[in-house]
């Protein structure tokens, strides 16, 4: 079974307007944290944000907002007043001890 | 800050060749790994390490090797390059063996091509 599902095909989104990126997550350890990477063209991974399983409050960061449902164990991306830098690819991903383990990605592209 | 170094960028290789993917970090992080990536699979972790002299296997191992001598290297090894191996590569590192609240801090990857 997967434990990190992303399953939206590729999304677009017009500039300035916010767009959400869907992550579901498996896991029976109490104590894990998610995390959001971007890969843009060029192909570097850039860390975005993190949501740890104990936190109370939905992690931010910017333009960038987790919107963590523990019971629903989703942990979607939310990208506010998207920009044309925006468009790439983008991985959400589970730590569970000393293993990360990344969905397969949503490709992002934002329609000026 | 050089961060997360990976040597060479771009490599192409015969089957059957070997060769060795380097890595080097300069943070002092005890955890480094190794991840592949493939079209439409997301990055899959091939090994690990928890510190110097200490490996493991992740979730794609056959047909690599690792060694961990050093903390701040920890290179990959291809003994017998197969087409199957055509990948990025990417070796990430952080400060923390076993926090699931550490962010990997990742290198800019290796395009490895074997025909």
């Known amino acids: 079974a997967q434990k990190i599902t992303q399953t939206q095909p590729g999304m677009f989104v017009q500039e300035k307007e916010a767009v959400t990126l869907d992550c579901t997550y498996d896991?029976?350890?109490?104590?894990?944290?998610l995390f959001w990477y971007k890969q843009p063209s060029s192909g570097e991974m850039i860390f975005l944000i993190y949501?740890?399983?104990?936190?109370?409050q939905n992690a931010t960061e910017g333009r960038y907002s987790l919107n963590f449902q523990k019971a629903r164990k989703s942990a979607n991306l939310v990208i506010s007043a998207s920009q044309l830098g925006d468009s790439a690819m983008y991985f959400c991903?589970?730590?569970?001890?000393?293993?990360?383990?990344f969905g397969k990605g949503i490709t992002l592209s934002v329609r000026p | 800050n050089a961060g997360v170094t990976q040597t060479p960028k771009f490599q192409v290789l015969k089957t059957g060749q070997s060769m060795t993917l380097q890595c080097a970090q300069d943070?002092?992080?005890?955890?480094m790994s190794w991840y592949r990536q493939d079209p439409g699979m997301g990055l899959r972790l091939i090994h690990y390490?928890?510190?110097?002299?200490?490996?493991d296997q992740g979730e794609v191992p056959n047909g690599y090797n690792v060694s961990r001598s050093t903390t701040e290297d920890f290179p990959l090894r291809l003994l017998s390059a197969a087409p199957s191996q055509t990948s990025v590569y990417f070796c990430?590192?952080?400060?923390?063996?076993?926090?699931?609240?550490?962010?990997?801090?990742f290198g800019n990857g290796t395009r490895l091509t074997v025909t």
């Open positions: 990430a590192s952080s400060p923390k063996v076993s926090g699931f609240n550490s962010p990997l801090h």
């Open positions: 896991t029976s350890d109490p104590s894990y944290g």
């Open positions: 949501q740890g399983s104990y936190d109370q």
């Open positions: 991903a589970m730590r569970e001890d000393s293993k990360l383990t």
């Open positions: 943070m002092n992080h005890e955890y």
């Open positions: 390490s928890v510190g110097a002299g200490i490996t």
